[in-house]
């Protein structure tokens, strides 16, 4: 079975840009997370997809961040305008259902000058 | 508030010996703990869970203790080897938003052969 697939694996940007990520989940599965793990750290929710609807957005910086799940399967995470302190991996997971276990990407390491 | 942390941020055993992490949480309605490990440049990796109406779980040389008395996790690997070198988070699943998993610090596990 494949797992969760994220893309790109690294990506260096200078401050003020944009930049995107993108996720595609496990097949099958109907729930979707993004994650920020800053180094040191453990990951930190940002935001949980249920199909294509937003379950929990909290702790998404809305006024940068953004994301979608528009047709209930891959999404996207973008960053606009980065900051320095966006430098972080953003792993992407998956899980069949709300409360079963979570599958977890290889993340994006993206560094932000 | 959300609070999740680990006792030691890093840990050095010999090979073949047996490890313990330490985890200590904040939440007293949390009612489900997940242990997950990260390799360098992978996404974290389920390892054991255990619900809050038990105090001890055994998989395959991994056991999770938890005391929610004092609230308090422990992971034990048994006859630990430098396969299990990596960053060990426990995590909350806080059923009651929708399975979000909150995450602690993490503690780095150094196997010496």
């Known amino acids: 079975e494949a797992g969760v697939a994220q893309s790109p694996r690294y990506k260096i940007i200078e401050k003020r840009q944009s930049v995107a990520f993108w996720c595609n989940p496990i097949?099958?599965?109907?729930?979707l997370y993004w994650y920020q793990q800053i180094l040191g750290q453990g990951p930190k929710l940002l935001i949980q997809?249920?199909?294509?609807?937003?379950?929990?957005d909290s702790q998404l910086p809305k006024d940068r961040f953004s994301a979608e799940r528009l047709k209930g399967v891959d999404s996207t995470l973008k960053i606009q305008p980065a900051k320095l302190e966006d430098s972080a991996v953003y792993l992407c997971?998956?899980?069949?259902?709300?409360?079963?276990?979570?599958?977890f990407g290889p993340g994006t390491r993206l560094t932000v000058l | 508030g959300e609070s999740v942390g680990l006792h030691l941020p890093t840990l050095s055993v010999q090979e073949g010996d047996n490890s313990i992490i330490n985890c200590a949480y904040s939440?007293?309605?949390?009612?489900?703990f997940i242990w997950y490990k990260q390799e360098s440049g992978k996404g974290p990796q389920f390892i054991i869970d255990?619900?809050?109406?038990?105090d001890k779980r055994q998989g395959q040389r991994v056991t999770v203790l938890l005391n929610k008395t004092v609230k308090h996790l422990s992971l034990q690997i048994a006859a630990t080897q430098p396969g299990d070198s990596a960053v060990y988070f426990c995590?909350?699943?806080?059923?009651?938003?929708?399975?979000?998993?909150?995450f602690g610090q993490g503690t780095e596990l150094s196997v010496k052969p």
């Open positions: 997971a998956s899980s069949l259902g709300r409360m079963n276990e979570q599958f």
């Open positions: 255990i619900r809050s109406n038990m």
């Open positions: 939440n007293s309605a949390s009612d489900y």
């Open positions: 995590a909350e699943n806080w059923h009651n938003q929708g399975g979000k998993l909150i």
């Open positions: 997809f249920q199909n294509n609807g937003v379950v929990d």
């Open positions: 097949s099958g599965h109907a729930t």
